[in-house]
Each structure stands twice: as C-alpha cells, then as structure tokens.
C-alpha cells in the first residue's frame, strides 16, 4: 500500500509513486499515430455506430460513471475512512478541472456533432457545444482510477483499473460527443494528473490536525450536496448520480461526527 491512513490523519506512505513513462510513452505514441494516419473521424464513426449494439440506457449509466462530479465522490465513498487518500483525491480534483477546461479552450477543436451531419452518428443525450479535444469525462476517469492505482502502487490493480477506466471512457464515443482522440489524450492527461497528485500528496506532512481534516470532509460534503442538485444530462442515470451523492453526504457527515465528538472528548 503507498498509503494507509486512519482517522487521526497516520499513516505509513511508501516512496513517492514513480513516474508511469511506459503508459505515458505508449499513449502519446497512440495519439501521434491516430493524428498522422487521420483514423480519428473514421474511427470514430465505426465505433459509434457499433456501440450501439448495447442499449441506451447502458451508455447512458457508463458514461455516468465518468462524470467529474460522481466519479470523484464514488471514489471517496469507497476510500473515505483513509484521510491522506482524501486529501490526494482533492488535490487530483483540482487538478484534473484545470487541466479539463485549460486544455479545452486553449485547442478548441469541434465536437463531432459540430463537425458530422446528424444522419451519419447516435447521439444519446445533450447537443452538447463545448471544445472537445480532450474527453473531460476521460481525464475525470482515468484520474480517479489512477489516483487509487498510484496510491496501492500494485502493478495488477494498476492493470484493472486502467482497463475499467478505458471501457468506461469508450462511452463518450458511444454517445456521440467525442472523437477517439479526444479519449487518448484525456487518458494520458488523466493518468498524469493522479500520478502528481499522490506525489505531492506524499510530499505533505501526513499527521494532519483535525480542523484539516474536519475541512477536507467538509469540502467533499459541498460537492455531495452540489451534485445532488445539479442533475445529470443523462436521464436514465440520475439515480446513480443521486445515490453516490447521497452517500457521499452521509459518509462526510459521519467522519465530521467523529471528528467532533473526538474533539470534545
């Protein structure tokens, strides 16, 4: 484990994880070759159409999963006992968002539905308008799965994980609002972007005060009850969305407790 922390902000972290060269090499060189060959439109029209051998409702819940508002809180519901993890997960969070939009408008490349003819691609969900190049939802995914993977630092749940991140990215093509090259380099910014985050996080005194953590718990219960109210564009994956959320809020709610009542105690 990189990192095992329990309630009083402990925990015993190995080295800072190293730096994923072979992943980033591999999936630059991926990008390089989609961009010289021009397979991305072609690709992107292939898969999109034979993604929709599944249904609807299936993309609409996968790609859900990407969300930058669920897929961050899903991953603290799963680690949110360990406090240096959620301090790591905060940091990539913030990270992630600023290399989202950064990137977006400073390549503002068209959507595939700004560029396509409506006959000629699915469309599941919203038109949406905003740059395309790269996959929000992919950087969202791929950091969140690597900020778990950096921090395990354990080469088979790396290998899991970076496939379920793949899968789940491969969404946004089935609901028509991203070319594949959109998905390859939000994967590589992704998994960049959690490989920092654990390492600055390593880097961070690890016995935090409680008013810190207390501040940590606190910010993720904004964002529970923010994404509570902000619903999803996709309809049939609002309960996700909302149960994640509501769990969210109850874990928070339950560390802050704890917290407090130890406090006082």
Request: hydrophobic share 55%; with cysteine.
């Amino acid at each position: 484990m990189a990192g095992n922390a329990n309630r009083s902000g402990k925990t015993i972290m190995k080295t800072a994880p190293l730096f994923p060269l072979k992943t980033t090499i591999s999936l630059f060189v991926l990008l390089l070759v989609m961009w010289l060959s021009g397979v991305n439109e072609p690709l992107f029209t292939f898969l999109n159409k034979t993604l929709q051998l599944l249904p609807q409702g299936f993309w609409q819940f996968i790609t859900t999963l990407a969300d930058p508002w669920v897929v961050p809180l899903l991953t603290f519901v799963i680690l949110f006992r360990q406090v240096n993890f959620v301090r790591a997960l905060l940091i990539c969070s913030v990270i992630a968002v600023i290399a989202n939009y950064s990137l977006k408008h400073g390549f503002d490349i068209p959507r595939p539905n700004n560029v396509l003819p409506p006959k000629d691609f699915f469309l599941i969900g919203p038109d949406v308008q905003s740059p395309s190049f790269p996959s929000g939802h992919t950087i969202t995914i791929f950091a969140m799965m690597g900020v778990i993977s950096f921090w395990n630092q354990v080469n088979l749940t790396s290998r899991l994980l970076f496939t379920l991140a793949a899968f789940i990215a491969l969404s946004r093509i089935a609901v028509g609002v991203h070319w594949p090259m959109d998905l390859v380099f939000g994967a590589l910014i992704g998994w960049l972007v959690a490989w920092l985050a654990v390492s600055l996080n390593s880097r961070l005194e690890s016995n935090m005060q409680p008013y810190v953590q207390m501040a940590l718990y606190g910010i993720v219960l904004l964002g529970a009850i923010w994404a509570v109210i902000n619903k999803t564009p996709y309809p049939q994956a609002q309960w996700l969305s909302t149960a994640i959320s509501l769990f969210a809020i109850a874990y928070s709610l339950r560390s802050l407790t704890e917290l407090m009542h130890r406090q006082k105690g």
